[in-house]
């Protein structure tokens, strides 16, 4: 009886959930975090194994469909393009089921999972493909050369490194898991008179699909100023779609670029719209002047970038709850 019962013990065990790795959490502040769900799934087995019911270690998921985008659980969608933006980055097209679409809400986020020498780290990305895009959903990511020991060993450097390894695998035809949706900022049309998007690199993709929705609603009477910040015009992501949105009447943009020092240098249609160094506190608030009214103001880049951002932002005048930092 007692080797019955130890033999049950050791299964139960195998049982119990893994916590997660703290690679595993995106920091994006996601709710459900791994965190969360790990958590639930030790409440879930805890209780399973008092009651002496494996059925309940399924919980709710067993009615889910596996079709459909789930917060909680990762599914496989096939890469079926990739298309090369500059020298790092890649727009990265993923099919979805018929022509069904992503439903997600401008500005919503994804969480991206890769497995590298047999650690599981996970990232956010925002798709930029159109919210009511049929068949496919799109993402920005850089791929970035990383050296198999980088010379950063910080946590955070880690982790991106890890994953800049595991997107550079990839190929059209590969399968990449995602989760979601997440997001704490929700767009609505007309919910501000006038916004201020200052983006860097990347930042640049929680951005698109909410300009997307702007100029394609005849309604929206928003009016939006982008400031995109990068190093060389060379590495400006998708030069054509910020053409086509600067023609809107609502819409005007402008460009930061780092390691630029000659407008001669740029098409003529950059060069009214383009400063050179950094974005600091002298443009932000010539930026917030030049606004019809003050503005509800979008943030989103590095983790350096956003701090900067927020103390222009209010040292030109905005209070905490006119900006949101992606």
């Known amino acids: 009886m007692d080797e019955k019962e130890d033999d049950d013990e050791e299964a139960w065990l195998q049982l119990r959930p893994v916590e997660p790795l703290p690679s595993q959490c995106c920091g994006s502040g996601c709710s459900p975090c791994v965190f969360d769900l790990y958590q639930r ?13 494996r059925g309940l270690l399924r919980g709710k998921e067993s009615q889910s469909c596996p079709s459909k985008l789930n917060p909680e659980t990762f599914l496989a969608f096939r890469i079926s393009a990739m298309d090369r933006l500059t020298k790092d ?4 097209q993923f099919a979805l089921p018929g022509n069904s679409q992503l439903s997600l809400r401008p500005g919503q986020h994804l969480i991206l999972r890769g497995i590298v020498d047999d650690l599981e780290i996970q990232r956010a990305y925002t798709p930029i493909s159109p919210a009511n895009a049929e068949g496919y959903f799109e993402v920005l990511i850089k791929r970035v050369p990383v050296p198999m020991r980088p010379p950063c060993v910080c946590s955070q450097c880690y982790q991106t490194g890890l994953m800049s390894r595991y997107v550079a695998s990839w190929r059209a035809g590969d399968t990449a898991f995602w989760r979601g949706p997440f997001g704490g900022f929700f767009y609505k049309p007309n919910q501000y008179g006038e916004l201020l998007m200052l983006a860097a690199g990347t930042g640049l993709a929680p951005m698109v699909p909410i300009l997307h929705s702007i100029t394609d609603n005849a309604d929206d009477e928003t009016f939006v100023t982008l400031v995109c910040c990068f190093k060389t015009f060379e590495d400006i992501y998708l030069k054509t779609f910020l053409q086509e949105q ?3 009447w609502n819409v005007r943009t402008f460009f930061v670029l780092s390691q630029e020092n000659s407008l001669e240098q740029l098409p003529w249609s950059y060069q009214e719209k383009t400063r050179f160094g950094r974005l600091a506190q002298d443009l932000i608030e010539e930026l ?11 943030v989103c880049g590095s983790a350096e970038f956003t701090k900067d951002m927020a103390g222009c932002l209010l040292r030109a005048g905005l209070t905490e709850d006119s900006y949101f930092l992606f």
Request: proline share 3%; hydrophobic share 40%; aromatic share 12%.
């Open 41 to 53: 799934d030790l409440a879930r087995w805890e209780a399973a194994r008092a009651s002496k019911d």
């Open 89 to 92: 980055t890649y727009r990265v």
């Open 246 to 248: 600067a023609r809107f």
């Open 288 to 298: 917030v002047g030049s606004c019809r009214k003050k503005p509800f103001a979008l």
